[in-house]
């Protein structure tokens, strides 16, 4: 009997696939939970889905991947930040210069409108970590 084995990430996206040769059904299920250690495994037969298992310890993982997240999301605020700061001076040359500041007040709408998306990105990532560990 061909089965196989797939490793799920938390949104449900396949991390890993393992075809496998089991005698029955019960095999691929034994098989199944012994993979589900530290991610989600499903195990399929053919078309048919036998079973779903879960690790132990689910809620350590989407924790930390929040925590990276909260991380990535803070670096890109800095970025953005910097980003931010360097056109303002960009503008503040061009003035001197008595130049066009039509489309460098443009760029800096757009890197102020992409640092409050990602301001909301953070504050959903803070909401989501307090509401699981509270």
């Known amino acids: 009997m061909r089965c196989h084995i797939f490793t799920l990430d938390d949104c449900g996206g396949i991390l890993n696939a393992q075809e496998i040769d089991c005698i029955n059904a019960e095999e691929a299920l034994q098989?199944?939970?012994a993979a589900a250690a530290v991610?989600?495994?499903e195990v399929w037969c053919g078309p048919r889905r036998l079973a779903r298992f879960e690790p132990e310890r689910r809620q350590e993982r989407p924790i930390s991947r929040l925590h990276e997240l909260l991380i990535v999301a803070e670096r890109r605020l800095r970025e953005g930040e910097q980003h931010i700061s360097?056109?303002?001076m960009v503008i503040?040359?061009?003035?001197?210069?008595e130049r066009d500041l039509a489309l460098a007040f443009s760029i800096l709408d757009a890197l102020i409108e992409s640092q409050k998306a990602q301001l909301e990105e953070r504050a959903l990532i803070v909401a989501?970590?307090?509401k699981r560990s509270g």
């Open 86 to 88: 360097q056109q303002e």
């Open 39 to 41: 991610d989600p495994v």
């Open 92 to 97: 503040a040359r061009l003035k001197r210069e």
């Open 128 to 130: 989501e970590l307090e």
């Open 31 to 33: 098989l199944g939970s």
